[in-house]
């Protein structure tokens, strides 16, 4: 398990992009970071992890953790962002 320490943490697997078979559920081209896809995350004693699966069966369990950083320095975003036609977003609390 690895928790991430505020701010816009960052995970760097040391792994090649190839070698991921999921990311919270889903083919990791399929991963969407969007506001209203909802991850298919785990718990554990009551809180919610996301979770990589590799292809060799072995799974990574993560909070807090914003962008995923490969061996080849690709990286994917996993903070959803809002959506830049909403009016309202600059005066709502404590959305990002």
């Known amino acids: 398990m690895i928790y991430g320490a505020g701010g816009t943490d960052t ?3 040391g792994v090649p992009r ?3 078979a999921k990311l919270d559920g889903v083919d ?3 991963f ?9 995350q785990v718990i554990y004693h009551g809180t919610s992890f996301d979770f990589l699966r590799l292809n060799d069966g072995r ?11 490969f ?3 690709t990286i994917t975003v996993l903070q959803a962002a809002p959506n830049s036609t909403d009016p309202w ?3 709502q609390w404590n959305l990002a």
């Open 32 to 40: 969407r970071s969007t506001p209203n896809s909802a991850p298919k």
């Open 89 to 91: 977003f600059q005066q």
């Open 11 to 13: 995970l760097d697997l």
């Open 18 to 20: 190839s070698s991921v």
């Open 59 to 69: 799974e990574v369990y993560f909070q807090g953790i914003e962008r995923l950083k």
């Open 71 to 73: 061996s080849d320095n």
């Open 28 to 30: 990791l081209s399929a």
